[in-house]
Every structure is written in structure tokens, then in C-alpha cells.
């Protein structure tokens, strides 16, 4: 389940910073790849640290929580390094729609299992 959304989510990223370049130039191509890599690298680190958790429940919500929190830091560390960096031409709408996909990639990795789940009475 992790390995499909880390892989809906890198798709999602790389088609979002494509399409912003191609349509709108490759500054707000950059931007969107900024946006992207503040989603995309946090949540790797998360679904590191989940699968290293233990097997029991409390371990598993410990690792949980811990990712989660360091997930929350990097995401707000990452956009503040962005930003002080004051990329050249740095446009806020592709830099917000990156990270916006990368996090909806998320939720639509759920959607089949969810179909199935309806499908099967669940």
C-alpha cells in the first residue's frame, strides 16, 4: 500500500511539474517542482519511519506519531528554505498546485481499495 501511493505520488509530482513547464515555462515548471519535492520528501520520510515501527500496536502508534510530527517539521522546513531562497521567478500558484497533487495523490491511491471494499459489502 505505501510502495502504490509513494509511486501515485511521484507520478502525480513529475506530471504536474511537466505540465506546468510546458504550458506555462519552465519558472513555473520549477516552482511546481519546489511545491512537489515539500510533499514528496516528507512523506517518504514518514512511510521510513512507519515501516520501521514495531509489531506491536503501541510501537506502531509511537512510530506513527513520530513520523507524523517530523513529517509536519520537514514540510514547514522545507517551504521556509523555498522561500528564503528567494528562487528567481518563484510563482506561488504552481509552487502551492505541486504540493496540493502530491498530497491529493494520497487519497487517490485509496480510491480502488475503497471501490473494492464497496464492490465486496465492507
Same mark, same amino acid.
Given at each position: 500500500m505505501a510502495r502504490r501511493v509513494q509511486i501515485i505520488? +511521484? %507520478?502525480?509530482? @513529475?506530471a504536474t511539474s511537466l505540465g506546468f513547464t510546458a504550458?506555462?515555462?519552465? +519558472? +513555473?515548471?520549477?516552482s511546481a517542482l519546489a511545491g512537489v519535492l515539500c510533499a514528496l520528501i516528507p512523506n517518504l520520510v514518514f512511510f !521510513?519511519?512507519?515501516r520501521g515501527g *514495531?509489531? $506491536?500496536?503501541? $510501537?506502531? !502508534?509511537?512510530?506513527?506519531r513520530r513520523g507524523e510530527a517530523l513529517k509536519?517539521?520537514? @514540510?514547514?522546513?522545507?517551504? +521556509?528554505? %523555498?522561500? !528564503?531562497l528567494r528562487l528567481p521567478d518563484l510563482k506561488a500558484l504552481p509552487l502551492f498546485a505541486g504540493f496540493a497533487l502530491v498530497? !491529493?495523490?494520497?487519497w487517490a491511491s485509496l480510491l480502488p481499495g475503497l471501490a473494492m471494499e464497496a464492490r465486496? *459489502? *465492507?
Open positions: 505520488q +511521484a %507520478v502525480l509530482g @513529475t504550458i506555462f515555462g519552465s +519558472a +513555473a515548471g520549477l !521510513l519511519i512507519l *514495531g509489531q $506491536d500496536s503501541r $510501537d506502531f !502508534l509511537r512510530s506513527f509536519m517539521l520537514l @514540510t514547514l522546513l522545507l517551504f +521556509a528554505i %523555498v522561500l !528564503l498530497l !491529493l495523490g494520497h465486496h *459489502g *465492507g
